[in-house]
């Protein structure tokens, strides 16, 4: 689908989102995050993300993530759905392109919002939360895992998950490496439904989390729970 015809999708999406969604979301009022720990990009507003991993590195890509994570089930859950799967009434973001302009389209709605025939279907969050708080959100929202690519190893991740949570109460012969290296080995076969090149999955998430103690055992099995939760 070319970059025209997929803006023009999420175009017709916001203009026949449905009246009572709206309402329900200017109930809500916007809730500060805090952006601490990220490069901070001044007043003028950019038009491609700069929270990518190529551009920012790992450490400060994952830290985008996780605060845009908690941005976006505070501010944008309620209407777009956990984990950004929409329920139909509003645009499913996760199709919303990694390019610059599919960011271009999603900075223009964050900080202007958008208004048909005087009712408010999406609030103006610029001047609200800040741009830096933007791109965190989009991070997240573009490493959402494809669906397809999930149910492909939700077996095996089943597997994992409850022998993960068996070493969370006896460690002792649980392979640490070994779990790593397969759950990383399943992340990077996971793609995201942006074209974005790594895929916040569950397995991405567990794996992040293992090295060899109790709690981080358990951790990564609540992750596992978590995501294949949502991926359903």
């Known amino acids: 689908m070319t970059a025209l015809t997929i803006k023009s999708v999420f175009a017709a999406a916001a203009l026949t ?56 089930n505070q501010n944008c859950a309620r209407c777009h759905g956990l984990e950004v799967i929409s329920g139909g009434l509003a645009p499913d973001l996760r199709f919303l392109e990694a390019e610059e302009y599919g960011d271009e389209w999603y900075a223009e709605r964050f900080r202007d919002g958008y208004t048909q025939n005087g009712i408010t279907k999406m609030p103006a969050f610029g001047e609200l939360l800040g741009q830096d708080a933007a791109w965190a959100i989009r991070t997240y929202i573009e490493t959402r895992p494809d669906d397809v690519s999930m149910e492909e190893v939700s077996d095996e991740l089943k597997a994992l998950r409850d022998q993960i949570a068996g070493y969370a109460d006896d460690p002792a012969n649980a392979d640490a490496d070994g779990l790593k290296a397969r759950l990383s080995e399943i992340a990077s076969g996971i793609e995201t439904m ?39």
């Open 194 to 232: 942006s074209g974005a090149p790594v895929a916040d999955s569950a397995a991405y998430r567990a794996a992040n989390l293992i090295d060899g103690t109790q709690e981080a055992y358990a951790r990564a099995a609540e992750a596992l729970t978590i995501g294949l939760s949502a991926a359903h």
């Open 17 to 72: 989102a449905v009246a009572s969604l709206v309402q329900a979301h200017g109930d809500v009022a916007p809730q500060a995050v805090d952006t601490a720990g990220l490069p901070e990009n001044g007043d003028d507003w950019l038009t491609e993300n700069p929270y990518r991993a190529e551009l920012v590195g790992e450490e400060v890509w994952t830290r985008a993530v996780e605060i845009g994570a908690s941005g976006y």
